[in-house]
């Protein structure tokens, strides 16, 4: 199974991105996606920080076990748009 490392960048430059050496083994792109949104909720929900004012700017840089880029999760992607819930 892949493995994925979900950094976290919470500001700009080198500085803003805490790097996950660890990683999770996930099936596929998709499943990283929904890892990542999961993770997502939890910390806002859980985490106070003097680092961190407004986790809505926060992001995952995932990437694949080579580095490579493969998605960016905007925090902001765990909340649903209200018109959308009326569909």
Same mark, same amino acid.
């Given at each position: 199974?892949?493995r994925y490392f979900f950094h976290l960048?919470?500001?700009?430059?080198?500085?803003?991105?805490?790097?996950? +050496?660890?990683? $999770? @083994?996930?099936?596929?792109?998709?499943?990283?996606?929904?890892?990542?949104?999961? &993770?997502?909720?939890?910390?806002?929900?859980?985490?106070r920080t003097d680092t961190v004012?407004?986790?809505?700017?926060?992001?995952? +840089?995932?990437? $694949? @076990?080579?580095?490579?880029?493969?998605?960016?999760?905007?925090?902001?992607?765990? &909340?649903?748009?209200?018109?959308?819930?009326?569909?």
């Amino acid at each position: 199974m892949p493995r994925y490392f979900f950094h976290l960048r919470h500001r700009p430059g080198p500085a803003g991105l805490a790097v996950d +050496e660890e990683g $999770d @083994e996930l099936a596929d792109v998709n499943a990283a996606r929904e890892h990542a949104l999961y &993770v997502a909720r939890d910390t806002i929900a859980r985490t106070r920080t003097d680092t961190v004012r407004d986790w809505m700017v926060c992001s995952f +840089e995932i990437t $694949d @076990e080579a580095g490579q880029p493969v998605l960016t999760v905007p925090f902001s992607d765990t &909340v649903t748009d209200r018109d959308d819930d009326e569909d």
